[in-house]
């Protein structure tokens, strides 16, 4: 494969939502030729109007220099045949397996056999997804954080990958400004994406008991920088409930809601309520931030931190990376100052223990079960 990485480089960003604009901000900043390719028209016209307006200014806030016209210094494109000369791909579509596998195939129709080409992938492996390819060991995991501008965080991992492919991938990573993560092993989800469905689900699991309004209340009191059942809503309900899906194969449905609330998120999502991107889910939005209102009493959330530290520990236990980078990914996905193990040294791996039997007994949800690394 060819082992040049840097700014010059030719890159492909296939998907213009919220994640593959960012991700083409990055590259194009980085002095990369970037072109940004999607199937819809209406979508690249909504990315280039946001390349042109908020783009720059949350650069700018990361501490970064974008360039004098940022938009335009991007090509939009919806035919594949326009990355013919992309050395280096990111994939960052739909968390649909089938939907990925057809942009891998559209890929290989184009691209050289030396591209190396990352997913973004938050809820599958890079193996998953290129599974059908020709040349698979060219696929890698290429995971940012949400919001991938102002966080540090790429995730890097690929059990079929070609190592000079891991190695070019950490290298794309560091010339945007990013402090890339080498996992140890593949697992559905990746490191930060489990971690944050460890939260999210133990937070549906306690609207069973209180609003989301006293729930990301609290969490906010805690520490999180953003509550849970806000983070549903940023990402989409609909992105959640797919995510959920993906994870089930793999973890026999330990990241599962309450049967009911799963219902109402179904409902929600035919009813366009998804949230940020349809402007209200569990929350209002307006312009790109959740209305919390200010509950009546916030809810004790030591059950969500519970899961993060639990699923922490199963994560070790899996061999995806250990105590310190498990920390280290949290922290730099979060944009916050306390990992997993962080929280546990803070609050007792003993008393934690002990609440998530508790929840456990009471619920059956396999978020709460205790890890055999948690405790005495």
């Not at 990746?190 to 306690?206: D, Q, V």
């Not at 953003?226 to 809503?233: K, Q, S, T």
Request: with cysteine; glycine share 8%.
């Amino acid at each position: 494969m060819n082992d040049s990485t840097h700014a010059n480089e030719t890159v492909g960003v296939v998907g213009a939502g919220v994640m593959g604009r960012d991700v083409a901000a990055l590259f194009a900043t980085a002095g990369a030729d970037v072109t940004l390719l999607d199937v819809d028209d209406d979508a690249l016209a909504d990315a280039r109007d946001a390349l042109e307006t908020d783009r720059p200014t949350a650069l700018e806030r990361a501490g970064f220099d974008p360039p004098s016209d940022l938009a335009a210094s991007i090509r939009y494109e919806t035919d594949y045949a326009a990355l013919g000369d992309a050395t280096f791909v990111v994939e960052a579509v739909t968390e649909r397996l089938d939907v990925k596998r057809a942009v891998m195939d559209a890929l290989e129709d184009v691209v050289a056999d030396d591209a190396v080409v990352g997913t973004n992938t938050s809820s599958l492996t890079a193996t998953d997804v290129a599974d059908e390819m020709t040349v698979p060991e060219r696929v890698v995991l290429f995971h940012f954080a949400n919001p991938a501008i102002p966080r540090e965080l790429v995730e890097i991992s690929g059990d079929g990958a070609a190592p000079e492919a891991i190695a070019r991938a950490q290298r794309m990573a560091e010339s945007i400004g990013k402090r890339p993560v080498l996992l140890d092993r593949e697992r559905r989800g990746n490191g930060l994406s489990r971690l944050s469905a460890a939260i999210k689900c133990a937070a549906t699991w306690e609207l069973t008991r209180a609003t989301p309004a006293a729930i990301d209340a609290a969490a906010s009191a805690v520490g999180f920088e953003r509550g849970p059942i806000e983070l549903v809503d940023r990402i989409g309900i609909d992105v959640h409930l797919a995510t959920v899906d993906n994870l089930d194969e793999e973890y026999d449905g330990r990241f599962r809601p309450p049967d009911a609330l799963r219902a109402e998120m179904e409902t929600m999502v035919a009813a366009d309520r998804r949230g940020m991107k349809d402007g209200r889910g569990f929350f209002e939005w307006e312009a790109g931030e959740a209305v919390v209102p200010e509950p009546d009493q916030p809810h004790d959330v030591t059950p969500v931190l519970a899961a993060l530290v639990n699923e922490a520990h199963e994560m070790v236990a899996d061999g995806v990376a250990d105590f310190d980078r498990i920390d280290e990914i949290l922290r730099r996905g979060s944009g916050g100052e306390a990992g997993p193990f962080d929280v546990e040294a803070m609050l007792g791996g003993d008393y934690l223990r002990t609440v998530l039997e508790e929840r456990y007994e009471e619920t059956g949800a396999g978020v709460f079960e205790p890890a055999a690394g948690l405790g005495p």
